[in-house]
């Protein structure tokens, strides 16, 4: 069975730090584009950043100065580095494993970012 794990959310305060790490099992992780995806009460889900699994990046604009994403295909992860966080950050923050074919992805069940003073 495919798993998403996401940790290493929690409450920060603005300026902050923190650093996102989802573990994946069940699939050949090499063969998934892996992105992070975000979800804030009363919004829609929206891409915050993925990798290609030769390591290519695509940002948001909203993400692109301050977050960096990383994979490490020889541990099936991929991180989420986010500095200088805003309150405006604050959303649930979901792992994502697409194969990019025409058979769905995975989702993680998500981990809580709050920044707040």
């Known amino acids: 069975q495919v798993q998403l794990v996401e940790s290493g959310g929690g409450l920060v305060q603005p300026g902050g730090s923190l650093r996102l790490s989802c573990a994946a099992s069940?699939?050949?992780?090499?063969?998934?584009?892996m992105g992070w995806y975000r979800q804030a009460p009363g919004k829609a889900r929206e891409l915050v950043a993925a990798?290609?699994?030769?390591?290519?990046?695509n940002y948001a604009d909203f993400a692109k100065d301050r977050f960096t994403i990383s994979r490490d295909n020889a541990k099936n992860t991929v991180h989420l580095q986010m500095n200088s966080l805003k309150p405006e950050d604050t959303a649930v923050y979901y792992c994502?494993?697409?194969?990019?074919?025409?058979?769905?992805?995975?989702w993680g069940q998500g981990t809580q970012v709050s920044v707040s003073s």
């Open positions: 994502n494993a697409d194969p990019l074919g025409p058979n769905s992805g995975y």
């Open positions: 069940g699939i050949i992780f090499r063969f998934y584009r």
């Open positions: 990798i290609s699994s030769g390591g290519s990046t």
